[in-house]
C-alpha cells in the first residue's frame, strides 16, 4: 500500500535551517508530483511547495518562497524540503502529500524558537 514518511523534523532557533525527507513506498514514485504542506495550531493546513514529477517544475507559497526549496531524488523514492532562514511562524506540523487519490504522510514537528 502507498506509504509517505516524513523525517528531519526537530527544533532550530530563527535563522537556521532543516532538511525535511519524505520517503514514498507502494507506488512508482517518479509518475507522481508531489507536495509538502504544513499546518500550525489553530491554522488551516497550507500549501508550502509542490514539485512535478520529473523534478521540473515546482512552485511554493507566498510565506516560503525565496527561503525552502523542494526536489526530489527518483532513485530513492523521496522528496525533500530544504527549509533555510526558519522564522517562529515556521513552526508547524509538516506533511508530505501525493495529490492523485490524497495520500498523506503522519507528519514531523518543526518548531522554530530560542
Known amino acids: 500500500q502507498v506509504q509517505l514518511v516524513e523525517s528531519g523534523g526537530g527544533l532550530v532557533q530563527p535563522g537556521g535551517s532543516l532538511r525535511l525527507s519524505c520517503l514514498a513506498s507502494?507506488?512508482?514514485?517518479?509518475?507522481?508530483?508531489m507536495s509538502w504542506f504544513r499546518q500550525a495550531p489553530g491554522k488551516e493546513r497550507e500549501l508550502v511547495a509542490l514539485?512535478?514529477?520529473?523534478?521540473?517544475?515546482?512552485k511554493y507559497g507566498s510565506s516560503v518562497k525565496d527561503r525552502f526549496s523542494i526536489s526530489r531524488d527518483n532513485s530513492k523514492n523521496t522528496v525533500y524540503l530544504q527549509m533555510n532562514d526558519l522564522k517562529p511562524e515556521d513552526t508547524a506540523v509538516y506533511y508530505c502529500?501525493?495529490?492523485?487519490?490524497?495520500?498523506w504522510g503522519q507528519g514531523t514537528q518543526v518548531t522554530v524558537s530560542l
Open positions: 507502494g507506488f512508482t514514485f517518479s509518475r507522481y508530483s
Open positions: 514539485i512535478s514529477d520529473d523534478g521540473g517544475v515546482t
Open positions: 502529500r501525493r495529490s492523485v487519490h490524497d495520500y
